[in-house]
């Protein structure tokens, strides 16, 4: 069994529960470690009470350990603004479709 994963933050701990869902649809054995510890935070450093995601076979480290990275690096990549055909408003890259008229982007 090997460590993949912990969050930096207790506000970050989600991603955890995304990423094991995102290694069992892809057959990843994996479990989550300290899931129930975060009642303990005060008695215990905070850092030790965050959810942990581990691998179970040492075999599958690698291949868990890109799909995570590859999550991770999506969530940093944002898309250009970009203007709707249908009615002109300046849309941010975040959304794929206009508040104005609900068109979708073409991209």
Not at 12 to 33: F, H, K, M, N, P
Request: proline share 5%; glycine share 6%.
């Amino acid at each position: 069994m090997k460590h993949l994963f912990t969050p930096n933050t207790m506000s970050q701990s989600g991603e955890v529960y995304l990423l094991r869902e995102l290694l069992d649809r892809e057959e990843i054995a994996c479990t989550i470690r300290n899931e129930h510890l975060s009642i303990a935070s005060g008695e215990l450093a905070p850092q030790e009470c965050l959810p942990a995601l581990w691998i179970m076979h040492d075999a599958d480290y690698s291949r868990a350990a890109e799909l995570v990275e590859g999550w991770r690096s999506s969530l940093h990549e944002t898309r250009p603004q970009w203007v709707c055909p249908g009615c002109g408003e300046s849309i941010e890259g975040q959304f794929s479709s206009c508040w104005k008229c609900g068109r979708q982007s073409d991209e």
